[in-house]
Every structure is written in structure tokens, then in C-alpha cells.
């Protein structure tokens, strides 16, 4: 088994950062659209069936929080909870592509594909 | 966690676990009050316990008169002031964890202590998170996809977390249960003692003293400890199981013992069937129930849906979608096992352990199918111990579709659907559902 070393090594250890920045952006990008600009179909209690942007129905709930809490610190936990939920997720998206190093995976073709392909090739020959 | 471990996975953790409490609070506080579960039968235990220092009973205990607007969400209360508290048969542990925070919070309403008593049930839902990661890693210690993907999972299942915002006993007896199975697959990896076995059966023990729908741990006790012999020594594996049995009877035993005094039976089935009448049945079999498609779909949607006790639907289509990868996950894992026997041998420990959390999977399903044939109400959330241990293999499954040098793109995919499925189902049906009219 070899491994390229010294500058032999930097275009593909370079290339494997842009793509791991461009996914984690795309991914960025997708979750942006999804919770800013995306419809959502959503259904009351009483089947009713309206398309509305996740903003407008977390907003209607976070009204009715603020005005049914029993105390008025739990709206603003609720608040505040909600703020570093939803930045958590867009960091949690960045730092799930940046962690581990693909190098010893690197040449690894799907496991299940090829397991697939044996038990069909076996099957095949047995016939 | 070794030295061997993927750069910055500790960092994800970290922030995980962070985003998961904050997720927490918001699905709690989302949550209209005693909507939960049975949320409104444990609150009435924890207030017994609290207030009066006893177990409650459940011939002479009734559903609290006071909160009989939430009827809604809880079992056959129809009669407002002498239906039986039906979660007093249930183990004391988590009811004495949750006296001292009722009492901290007694000058509130009972809406206000509920909510205390929600957020008193994240730190179960973060112990099971950490317990999945300790798990991935002791199995899996350099493998990056797993390390983030299976934490997420766990994180983001959107049942699994919902009950550890909820006044319930499930999110405790989860986490009870993965360190029971982290345990076990520590005693596979480094050998089976005396002293190990013992500390299951305590682990056990305390674990059966949150929730019946551990009682699995006692079916695998025996099968991790005889995978951590070194060598075949049947006589030695027995006497570790004797070991760990009486180390768990010593804790629960004295709880069975009273039950079986008070009602006839350890899980008292007898006197909830008997007050129960209209959820009780005798029309099917074991076998009818563990190949039937319409069972098995209803606790695929118990495990994704059904929020606010059954009452919010969520989309057949999403559902749907959720089947189709787990299912292509199974059908790689057993692929991958048949195919390529060779290196999955070259897993050396590792095969008896995760064939060990297949093991807590199967039981898991068939303990709730068995359940059923007596109960109509058999629920997801009772094959919801295994979670962690599912989670791994599903995920080990995934990792098999895709490319070694995808993985990274892989996982932060993983993470994102996880996201986007939360994001999906409390936009388009929970909040809507509870704050639309």
C-alpha cells in the first residue's frame, strides 16, 4: 500500500476541503431555503389545509406562548432556545462536514453496491 | 474517547448536545400543557409522591379531578373523579427523581410545575445521546460518519426526543438501557468477570426500576456475558449470570415482590387488564401480530408521529420516504454480512456485539408485539429502549451505500435530513395543529 506524501499530496488533500466546504454550503443554502423561503402545507386540528413559510407558523406559536405562559420567563427561554436552535442546526451542518479525514477511505467504493453484486453474481452462478 | 478518534468529533458532540437542549426547551414549551403521553398520569404519580410520600395505588388511586380538562390526552377517563390512576403500576425510580423538583416548583400552577418537570427530562434525552456516542465510539473508535451520524439520529428522532420533553418515564429507561448496552458490549470487548457482571445486574436493576419495557436487559445479560468468555466456558458464563440475576433481583426484587402482592403479577398485566376492560384483547396470536403489515405500519407511525397522545397525523408520504432508507439500510447490513464474511470476520469482537444489538432490536419489536396480543394499546414508544443500538446499525447499514471518500458529504447529508425532518414535521403538523383554529 502506498500514500502520497509532500507536495504530490496537496492538489488532492485541497481538493477533498473544496469539496467538503461546497456540500457543507449547499447543505447551508438548502436548510436557508427551507426554513426562509419554502411553503409548508400545514393542517390545523380541524383538517383545515394551508400553505404557509416557517417563520409565519413559528411566530404564531411564539405568540401564543408569550401570552398563555404561566410565567413570563418561560417565553423568553422559549425564545432564546428557539434562536439557538435554529443557528445550532446551520453550525451543526458545518461542522459535520469538517470532521474526520477521508484518506484512508479515499478509493472506497460503495460496500452495499458490491455486496449486491456478489450475492446477484452467486445467485447467477448457482443457477 | 482514544487518541485515534476523527479530528473535531468531540466538537461536534459538543455542539450537538447544545442544539439538543435548546431543541428540548422549544419542544417542551411548543407543547400545550399535559399533551404529552400520559403526561397527565405521571404528573398525578409525581405529585403523590411528592406531596403525600407514597406509592400510588391503583385500586384506591384515582386521575387527578383537577386537571380533568386534559382528558384528552390520557387513557379511559370518563369519569371524572374515580378513574384509576393507570400509571401507578408503574417502577418508582423516575417518580422519586422528579418528587424533589415537583416540590422545588410547588408554588407554581399545575401547568407551571409541568413545564418545570418537562425540562427535568432533557438531562435523560442528553445522557442517551452521550451513551449512543460512547457506544459508536467503543465499537467504531476512528470511524467519523458513525461518530456524527448516530448521535444525530438519536438526537433528532423526533419521538425519541419528544418523550424526553415530556413528563414520562421513557426517556429515563432509554438511557437506562443504552448504558446496559454499552456496558454489555464493554464486557464483549474486554472480557466477562465477576465484577462486570455484577455492575450489569445493578445497571439492570435500577434500569427495571424506571420502566418494565427493559426487562429485555435480562434476555441479554446471559448472551453478552457468554460472548465475553475467552474461550467456551459455559460454566463460567453461568456463574456470571448468577451473579448479575441476583445483583438485579437485590434491587428490583423488592418492587416485584410488593407488586405481585398488590396485584398478583410483577408488571401487574393482571389488574391493568382488569381496568382496562375496553383495551384488552383475546382476538388475535403472537404470530398473527408479528406478521401482520398493518401492526407493523402503526408503530412505524408511532415512532415518527402521532404527537399529542395519537392525535396529530403526520404524512403517509414522509413516512414513506423514512421506510425506504431504513429499509435499504437493512437490506445493506445484511448484505454486507453475507457477502463479505471474510472481512466482516476481521471484526473480530466486534461481531458478537453488534450481533448483540441486533439481539436488543428483535426483542425489542417482539416484546411489543407480544404486549399487543394482550393490549390494544401497545405503543412504539415501548420498543424505544433500543434506540441507540438501532440507530448504530442503521446507520452502519447507510455507511454501506456510500463511497468511502463521500463520507464526509455523507454525514453532514445525514445530519441535515435529520434536521429537515424536525423542521418538517413541527412546521407543517404540530405547531399548526395545537395554534391553528
Known amino acids: 500500500m502506498s500514500s502520497r506524501i509532500g507536495t504530490s499530496a496537496e492538489p488532492a488533500r485541497a481538493s477533498r476541503l473544496t469539496r467538503r466546504i461546497g456540500a457543507a454550503l449547499a447543505l447551508t443554502m438548502l436548510l436557508a431555503a427551507m426554513i426562509g423561503a419554502a411553503g409548508f402545507r400545514t393542517v390545523a386540528s380541524d383538517g383545515t389545509v394551508r400553505v404557509r413559510s416557517a417563520p409565519s407558523v413559528w411566530k404564531v406559536a411564539a405568540e401564543h406562548i408569550r401570552r398563555d405562559a404561566p410565567r413570563p420567563a418561560m417565553y423568553a427561554v422559549y425564545a432564546v432556545s428557539l434562536a439557538v436552535t435554529v443557528a445550532g442546526c446551520f453550525l451543526l451542518l458545518w461542522l459535520a462536514a469538517t470532521v474526520g479525514r477521508d484518506d484512508d477511505a479515499a478509493r472506497a467504493g460503495s460496500a452495499a453496491v458490491a455486496a449486491f453484486r456478489g450475492v446477484a453474481a452467486a445467485t447467477a452462478w448457482r443457477r | ?437
Open chain 2, 1 to 437: 474517547m482514544s487518541a485515534a478518534a476523527p479530528s473535531g468529533l468531540r466538537r461536534f458532540l459538543v455542539a450537538l448536545l447544545i442544539v439538543y437542549v435548546a431543541k428540548q426547551l422549544v419542544v417542551a414549551f411548543v407543547s400545550p400543557p399535559f399533551t404529552g403521553h400520559d403526561e397527565v398520569a405521571h404528573f398525578a404519580v409525581i405529585r403523590i409522591v411528592a406531596t403525600e410520600h407514597r406509592i400510588p395505588m391503583l385500586w384506591t388511586d384515582t386521575l387527578p379531578a383537577d386537571l380533568y380538562q386534559y382528558r384528552a390526552y390520557s387513557i379511559e377517563w370518563r369519569n371524572r373523579d374515580n378513574s384509576p390512576l393507570y400509571t401507578a403500576v408503574h417502577p418508582p425510580l423516575y417518580y422519586i427523581l422528579m418528587a424533589p423538583v415537583y416540590a422545588a416548583a410547588s408554588r407554581l400552577s399545575p401547568e407551571g410545575i409541568q413545564y418545570v418537570l418537562r425540562c427535568a427530562s432533557i438531562p435523560c434525552g442528553v445522557a442517551l445521546i452521550v451513551l449512543a456516542f460512547l457506544l459508536t465510539t467503543t465499537l467504531f473508535p476512528r470511524d467519523a460518519f458513525l461518530g456524527v451520524t448516530v448521535p444525530t439520529a438519536v438526537a433528532f428522532q423526533p419521538q425519541i426526543s419528544y418523550e424526553a420533553a415530556m413528563v414520562n418515564n421513557d426517556a429515563l429507561a432509554t438511557a437506562l438501557y443504552t448504558g446496559i448496552l454499552l456496558l454489555m458490549v464493554l464486557t464483549i470487548r474486554d472480557g466477562a468477570t465477576i465484577r462486570r457482571a455484577a455492575l450489569l445486574g445493578v445497571a439492570a436493576g435500577v434500569a427495571l426500576l424506571a420502566k418494565g419495557t427493559t426487562v429485555i436487559a435480562l434476555v441479554l445479560i446471559p448472551l453478552a456475558l457468554l460472548a465475553g468468555q475467552r474461550g467456551r466456558r459455559w460454566r463460567s458464563a453461568a456463574i456470571q449470570t448468577a451473579v448479575a440475576y441476583a445483583a438485579a433481583m437485590a434491587i428490583i426484587g423488592p418492587w416485584w415482590w410488593f407488586m405481585t402482592r398488590a396485584y398478583g403479577d410483577p408488571m401487574a398485566l393482571t389488574a391493568i387488564a382488569a381496568t382496562q376492560t375496553d383495551l384488552t384483547r383475546d382476538d388475535t396470536t403472537f404470530l398473527q401480530l408479528l406478521f401482520s403489515g398493518r401492526f407493523l405500519v402503526d408503530r412505524w407511525t408511532e415512532t415518527w408521529g402521532e404527537f399529542g397522545w395519537r392525535l396529530i397525523h403526520i404524512s403517509g408520504a414522509l413516512l414513506a420516504l423514512l421506510g425506504v432508507v431504513t429499509a435499504a439500510s437493512i437490506a445493506a447490513l445484511v448484505a454486507v454480512a453475507m457477502a463479505e464474511r471474510r472481512a466482516v470476520a476481521s471484526y473480530g469482537w466486534r461481531v458478537p456485539a453488534l450481533a448483540l444489538l441486533a439481539a436488543a432490536c428483535a426483542l425489542g419489536y417482539l416484546s411489543t408485539v407480544q404486549f399487543g396480543v394482550r393490549f390494544v394499546l401497545t405503543q412504539a414508544r415501548y420498543f424505544f429502549p433500543m434506540a441507540a443500538a438501532a440507530a448504530l446499525l442503521l446507520m452502519l447499514g447507510l455507511r454501506a451505500w456510500i463511497p468511502g471518500r463521500w463520507h464526509s458529504i455523507g454525514q453532514a447529508v445525514v445530519v441535515f435530513a435529520a434536521i429537515a425532518v424536525n423542521v418538517a414535521i413541527y412546521t407543517a403538523y404540530v405547531i399548526p395543529y395545537w395554534y391553528f383554529r
